[in-house]
């Protein structure tokens, strides 16, 4: 039978990180902020969330079609002990090369493209460099799948619209000729079932695959009306990765709009992004906004644009100069106010004027700030709305003073956030570890400031849970 008082802790802890990791994506601009979170609590497991929420805060996954990535990369990181932090993306810790992890190359025939029927439209674009377009079939299907097993492994999975399910020994099954792994039945619809829902998802365009002296180099697919390239790490670019070489224009003439791939296109001179600055299409504008060669001048002007989801993207933009920010801080859309709010490169003064805005989500971000001056803060703490002041509660650059009138308040959260702050003073944990509710004294019991005489006398708490964690930080079995 559960119990209330433990479902009820479960939850709060449960959705204030849920709350947090949304906040961290939505700063990143990551797109369903909210439903990515979701996904990460389906791990039920602390250490993988922070590892798939690292790599989705780089860009390098996308969920839920990276699931396996993610589900593979972290087993080799607890059976390896890595550091996940260490690695921009899951491939590069699956493709890692370890000394106790002897990795069996494919013994099938070497896979020529040439000879593929699904790949056609041959295109040399120099350099060794050769790009086919892929028939979008099942078949197409399974010859990308034989061109990963015979240059990369048979192990490999770097694309989710070729990866195919675990289950068998990779290395036992790398050892047997083709015939025998025909039979074991590698390249069965059911073994690539998951991935060919992700093939016909990512079918905005006809699908290409790069060579490179007959080697397998990356794939071009996507869900989105935009090229890109994925390579053996599943990188993303708009160009073919790994070689300076520009993409097959005349694919992209005929297949998308150009507009958009220049837009796209880092290598896109100022005076290009400029004219395209000026079109009458947002999603070529909304391009341009996202591009890392963008000019200042440029973010200036579109900073002005009608469209609020421009503005959105300007307000997230790390090099948006402070006065497009302080104009942008009176937009008339929500949204871009709260990613004023959140750009760590707002002035003091805009993070000021925002914390009087009407729109209590927006006090929420600038309560969360790490910049935000303490006089800020103090006013917070006086906020109307109690999830404001709970904010308040856990920013650690809090005032010790505001600390202390938090503690008096008479919502059971604010006290929990006050009781887990690293800057609450001895003084705070001493009066909070007599809290009437167990939770505020079980998360006294938790902060890793809490002094060792408070840890004693919680240990003989009248509430187990408060009693257990007590003697967990003291050592005590």
């Known amino acids: 039978m559960s119990n209330p008082f433990i479902d009820a802790y479960l939850k709060i802890i449960t959705e204030s990180r849920k709350d947090d990791y949304t906040q961290q994506l939505e700063n990143k601009g990551v797109e369903n902020a909210s439903e990515m979170a979701n996904y990460l609590f389906q791990y039920n497991n602390p250490k993988k969330e922070k590892a798939a929420?690292?790599?989705?805060?780089?860009?390098?996954?996308?969920?839920?079609?990276?699931?396996?990535?993610?589900?593979?990369?972290?087993?080799?990181?607890?059976?390896?002990?890595?550091?996940?932090?260490?690695?921009?993306?899951?491939?590069?810790i699956i493709n890692r090369e370890d000394k106790s992890t002897k990795r069996i190359k494919a013994q099938s025939q070497k896979f020529d493209p040439n000879k593929e029927p699904t790949f056609s439209n041959k295109k040399d674009l120099g350099n060794g460099v050769v790009v086919y377009q892929v028939k979008d079939s099942k078949e197409a299907q399974l010859a990308v799948r034989k061109a990963i097993d015979s240059n990369w492994g048979y192990d490999k999975n770097p694309w989710c619209l070729a990866a195919r399910k675990s289950g068998f020994d990779q290395n036992e099954v790398a050892q047997l000729s083709e015939d025998e792994q025909e039979k074991l039945g590698r390249y069965s619809e059911d073994e690539l079932e998951t991935a060919w829902h992700y093939w016909n998802k990512y079918n905005t365009y006809p699908k290409r695959i790069a060579f490179k002296n007959g080697k397998l180099l990356a794939f071009c697919a996507n869900n989105e009306n935009k090229i890109t390239w994925w390579n053996k790490n599943d990188k993303s670019s708009v160009n073919i990765p790994e070689v300076d070489i520009e993409d097959d224009l005349e694919f992209i003439k005929k297949y998308t709009d150009y507009n958009i791939y220049l837009a796209q296109n880092p290598k896109t001179s100022s005076e290009v992004l400029m004219k395209l600055a000026n079109n009458e299409d947002n999603n070529i504008r909304m391009s341009v906004a996202k591009n890392p060669n963008t000019s200042v001048e440029i973010l200036e002007k579109l900073a002005n644009d009608k469209d609020w989801q421009i503005r959105l993207i300007i307000a997230k933009n790390q090099k948006a100069p402070k006065e497009v920010l302080m104009k942008l801080a009176d937009d008339k859309d929500n949204a871009v106010k709260e990613s004023v709010a959140s750009n760590s490169n707002t002035p003091i003064k805009v993070l000021e004027k925002l914390a009087d805005d009407k729109d209590w989500q927006i006090r929420i971000i600038i309560a969360k700030n790490q910049k935000v001056p303490k006089e800020v803060l103090m006013k917070l703490a006086d906020d109307k709305d109690n999830v404001v002041k709970e904010i308040v509660a856990s920013n650690s650059n809090t005032p010790k003073e505001t600390l202390k009138k938090l503690v008096e308040d008479e919502d059971l959260i604010v006290r929990r956030y006050v009781a887990l702050n690293s800057n609450a003073p001895k003084e705070i944990l001493e009066k909070l570890a007599d809290d009437d509710h167990w939770l505020v004294r079980h998360h006294v019991a938790s902060n890793k400031n809490t002094p060792k005489e408070i840890l004693e006398k919680l240990s003989n708490d009248k509430d187990k849970l408060v009693r257990d964690k007590a003697k967990e930080k003291l050592g005590i079995k």
């Open 53 to 92: 929420l690292y790599w989705l805060l780089r860009g390098t996954i996308k969920l839920p079609e990276d699931q396996y990535k993610v589900d593979e990369a972290f087993n080799l990181i607890e059976k390896q002990h890595l550091d996940f932090q260490k690695f921009d993306n899951p491939m590069s």
